[in-house]
């Protein structure tokens, strides 16, 4: 069955850290790849996304992600963390061929400490 | 615009009630979502239209009742809502398939009493 998962539930990083936040999915094809942003009570936002070509993927924030197809990875990162970074972080697998469905991970939280 | 706008942002109905939830969008996207997101959950997939057809009837129960009047507008029908199903609504548009970047609304806080 087609997954989506983050390992991570709570991830605590110190403002100017590096954030890596961690996604693996199981689909049969290369899917269509997400990384969304929640804050609070609010919608999602998102950050950036992956179907082709360059595996690294720069989004918005500061943020990239990398696909890594041998591990069926899409992880985020950000080199230098702010406080504002802290949020919930979906990551997300599109898929048309079931009736244009987008499946979300369980989500991390990070909380930033100063 | 890159707006999805959700009215009303927060609703509180007994049991035996009828409301609805409203979405609407004007970026011209001919997919629409529900979704319910629980608290410290994923949201989980409700409803799809694609160009103002049901495509995608995730299992929900027949008390949520989804309604696409145009190509602008989605709404959601409640009538006779239970305790759990309070959440947090969320309404999404993309331009046409989940290959396309979906717009997500700031939800409806759903509180049935």
């Known amino acids: 069955a087609q997954s989506v998962t983050q390992p991570d539930i709570h991830i605590t990083v110190s403002e100017g850290a590096s954030l890596e936040l961690r996604c693996n999915y199981s689909y049969g094809a290369t899917p269509y790849l997400f990384w969304y942003v929640q804050s609070p009570g609010q919608g999602l936002q998102l950050l950036l996304k992956?179907?082709?070509?360059?595996?690294l993927v720069q989004g918005i924030k500061g943020f990239e992600a990398e696909f890594k197809r041998s591990q069926s990875s899409f992880n985020l990162r950000k080199p230098s963390v702010h406080w504002s970074d802290a949020a919930e972080y979906f990551c997300a697998v599109g898929l048309m061929e079931y009736g244009n469905k987008l499946v979300f991970g369980a989500g991390t939280i990070l909380r930033v400490k100063s | 615009d890159t707006e999805v706008t959700q009215t009303p942002k927060h609703l509180v109905m007994g049991m035996t009630n009828k409301k609805s939830l409203k979405c609407e969008q004007h970026?011209?996207?001919?997919?629409m979502y529900w979704y319910k997101q629980k608290a410290k959950k994923p949201p989980e997939l409700m409803f799809v239209?694609?160009?103002?057809?049901?495509?995608i009837n995730e299992s929900v129960p027949s008390r949520f009742s989804p309604e696409c009047p145009n190509s602008s507008l989605l709404n959601l029908h409640l009538h006779a809502l239970q305790p759990e199903d309070s959440a947090l609504y969320l309404c999404a548009s993309s331009l046409i398939t989940t290959a396309d970047e979906a717009f997500f609304g700031q939800g409806t806080r759903l509180t049935v009493v």
């Open positions: 992956y179907f082709s070509g360059d595996t």
């Open positions: 970026m011209g996207h001919r997919a």
């Open positions: 239209y694609s160009y103002e057809k049901l495509s």
